[in-house]
């Protein structure tokens, strides 16, 4: 059984910075996808950023040029550097781990931008 847990959310003022990590537990296979996601109140569940096993990164339009995904694989944990937040990225973000047709999720960390 895979776990994900997530941690870094907190408070942060506008033009403030973050780092999430999430750490995966369990059997992972060698080739995955994993991506952070957030999802604000009374809205969807969006993609952030993703990183496969290879290395390849997407980020959504928003969030290029200000957030960074990255990955220890030795460890199996992916992170997430947030810059120059803004409050309408307040929302709980989620990690996701994806390979074959199974995907995985944490239980979420709370980000909230505001003065």
């Known amino acids: 059984q895979v776990q994900l847990v997530e941690s870094g959310g907190g408070l942060v003022q506008p033009g403030g910075s973050l780092r999430l990590t999430c750490a995966a537990s369990g059997s992972i296979a060698s080739m995955y996808v994993m991506g952070w996601y957030r999802q604000a109140p009374g809205k969807q569940r969006e993609l952030v950023a993703a990183?496969?096993?290879?290395?390849?990164?997407n980020y959504a339009d928003s969030v290029k040029g200000r957030f960074t995904i990255s990955r220890d694989s030795v460890k199996n944990m992916v992170y997430l550097q947030m810059n120059s937040l803004k409050p309408e990225e307040t929302a709980a973000y989620y990690c996701?781990?994806?390979?074959?047709?199974?995907?995985?999720w944490g239980q979420g960390t709370q980000v909230t931008v505001s003065s």
């Open positions: 990183i496969s096993s290879g290395g390849m990164t």
């Open positions: 996701n781990l994806r390979f074959g047709s199974r995907a995985y």
